[in-house]
Each structure stands twice: as C-alpha cells, then as structure tokens.
C-alpha cells in the first residue's frame, strides 16, 4: 500500500473517531436486528425466501455504504494528542 498515491492511501485507510465508532456500532446492531425482524415477517407473510434474503441483502448493502468509507459525520469527534515534549539534554 506504501506504492499507492497518497490520496488513494488516505481513502482507503478509513480512520474514524472512537466516539463515531461507538455509534456506528450500536446503531448498526439494532438496524441489523429490525432488518432481520423485517425480512423474516415479509418472507413468511410472502411465502418467498428469495423475496427475504433479497430484502435483507438490500438493507445490508444500504448499511455498508452508510458505515464503511470514512464520512465527514465519522470524525466529529477527533482526538486531541498532546503535543511532543522534548527531552532534556544533560
């Protein structure tokens, strides 16, 4: 990865906030949960599996394109590093 261009290494390196982290995940959980709950009830009221795993592969896919590249809403939070202290020299 050191050979790529250095706005492709800092595209895919993906570094978001710890805090947006957090979030990310629990929202993520939950929307899982309710997408599972959906495609279960409208596969079984449909009697069509195909018609579940492709309601449920759709909601995947919107899930992944809303938490996995880097968004601006992702770093909200950044973390503020002290700065470097230098050593005393004897």
Known sequence: MDKLPESVQKALEGRIDPTSQH??????QTFLIALT??????SYFSSSVLLG?????GG????L???????????RYPIKF????????T
């Open 82 to 89: 002290l700065p470097v202290r230098k050593l005393h020299q």
């Open 60 to 63: 995947f896919v919107i899930l």
């Open 23 to 28: 979030m990310i995940e629990q929202h993520s």
């Open 65 to 75: 394109l809303a938490t996995v590249p880097p968004w601006p809403y992702l770093n």
């Open 53 to 57: 795993l492709e309601t449920f592969l």
């Open 37 to 42: 709950i959906i495609s279960f009830v409208l």
